[in-house]
């Protein structure tokens, strides 16, 4: 877990090392938090006692399955003797956030508690890629609404819902209200996404990229510290969340990470971006399809049982990864063809960053996860740092709705702690960006 500092004017970046470490290691006690944090025993106990008269952290060993591998307890450097150990949880319900997803075809909504437990969930159509904002936000804050409304009748105090977390495709402006103009969303241009949201819900609205809100919930996730991986996101796009050494890349403005709009083939299709042969304009689902299509013609698709219609390519998409695996040659050269590019870029990606790491998410491999970690895996036996240390490749826990976990997730972490730097809007929303604690 982080460090602590014993500075007097640190004591709210002590209490989210100390809460955090509470949560990434349930069942841990006060001997083993001041060991870990290198805090004083009576620091901890100060802390520990304020989080228990908040409610937010509760006496006893309360462990439930944690969503990664259980974490190891910390170790205790020091025993206090004739002390009786107590252990330490988090109070799962005392906070709560709900996380949304857009894609291009459907939103996808969670509902976490304090412990990354999933109180609910929801996928919900889009009636059309073309959909007016207007109707894409009703549909969303309703799907966010229903969640919120079936979890109240499971017991969840309305109080304890701290946020919205909203994960959208790049690029994002940050500067003021925050606004969205996602390049794979037709006519999504500088949509005050939060605002709208936080209007129509009454609540606090975070927005982040969709590829490094996965990265975020990763990151929440995991009991490990030191970590440093790609998040790579495939959904109507493609994008990338970087994280070094347990800090959340955000670049200049909040929009690293669009390994998308790398370039795989110069002379391959236009990129609504503006360029050409991106990587999203070859390998993102609709390019998949699209090739398919131009290969074998559009009557043999439709024959294939493509619908070839503007909200069917992830299905489209699904079913080639069917007719691939059923023997359909043409459909498993365009996948394959996409998996490599995917993994191509992750390669220069791994090469330039150095990461240990390369984690896959979102619906774009529904059907497809195996042959792209495949893909990445093959291509990394020529990583840079193969002789210093493995590049391990998996697929999220969180699935296809990986983005939507890490927009709860970052409510959760920027409500809690004090080492994210944070710009409030009252009404508007929340914008995270973490920064290194104050020394
Ligand atoms: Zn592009």
């Not at 944090?37 to 944690?66: C, F, H, K, M, Y």
């Not at 969205?180 to 969303?185: G, K, M, Q, V």
């Not at 990470?257 to 993102?284: K, Q, W, Y």
Request: glycine share 12%; net charge neutral; with cysteine.
């Amino acid at each position: 877990m982080r460090r602590g500092t014993n500075l007097p004017w640190v004591g709210d970046y002590n209490q989210a090392v100390v809460l955090d470490g509470i949560r990434r290691h349930p069942g841990t006690s006060r001997t083993e938090l001041a060991g870990a944090s290198g805090l004083t025993q009576q620091t901890v106990s100060n802390i520990v006692r304020r989080l228990l008269e908040r409610g937010l952290v509760q006496e006893g060993d309360d462990r439930a399955p944690a969503p990664e591998p259980a974490p190891a307890p910390v170790r205790a450097a020091v025993r206090v003797a004739g002390k009786p150990r107590t252990a330490l949880s988090v109070r799962p319900g005392a906070v709560v956030a709900a996380g949304l997803q857009l894609d291009r075809e459907h939103l996808d909504a969670v509902l976490l508690d304090l412990r990354g437990g999933l109180l609910g969930s929801g996928r919900e159509p889009l009636p059309d890629p073309q959909a007016p904002v207007e109707l894409v936000v009703a549909h969303a804050a309703g799907l966010v609404r229903r969640l919120l409304e079936e979890a109240e009748l499971q017991g969840l105090e309305p109080q304890a819902v701290r946020g919205l977390g909203v994960a959208v495709p790049g690029p994002i402006d940050f500067a003021g209200p925050v606004r969205s103009s996602a390049i794979n969303l037709p006519g999504w241009r500088g949509v005050a996404i939060a605002d709208l949201l936080a209007e129509a819900l009454g609540l606090p609205v975070l927005v982040e990229n969709d590829a490094t809100a996965g990265a975020v919930g990763d990151l929440w996730r995991s009991a490990r510290t030191g970590r440093s991986f790609l998040h790579v996101h495939v959904g109507a796009g493609i994008g990338g969340g970087i994280v070094l050494r347990d800090e959340v890349v955000r670049g200049r403005s909040g929009n690293a990470g669009e390994i998308g709009h790398v370039v795989v083939d110069p002379r391959g299709p236009a990129c609504p971006c503006g360029s050409r042969g991106c990587l999203e304009a070859v390998a993102a689902p609709a390019a998949v399809v699209r090739r398919y299509v131009e290969r074998v013609g559009p009557p043999a698709a439709r024959r294939a049982g493509l619908r070839l219609a503007g909200r069917s390519v992830i299905e489209d998409h699904d079913l080639l990864g069917v007719r691939a695996a059923c023997g359909d040659a043409h459909a498993a050269a365009v996948l394959e063809e996409a998996a490599a590019d995917i993994a191509r870029v992750v390669l220069g990606v791994v090469n330039v960053l150095d990461v240990g790491e390369v984690v896959l998410a979102g619906s774009g491999l529904r059907s497809g996860a195996q042959r792209v970690l495949s893909a990445v895996e093959r291509h990394l036996a020529v990583a840079m740092t193969r002789e210093v240390h493995r590049v391990a490749v998996r697929v999220s826990d969180a699935g296809e709705q990986a983005g939507a976990h890490g927009a709860a997730a970052a409510v959760l972490h920027e409500s809690l702690s004090a080492t994210w730097a944070t710009v409030h809007h009252p009404v508007r929303g929340v914008v995270i960006s973490p920064v290194a604690p104050v020394h």
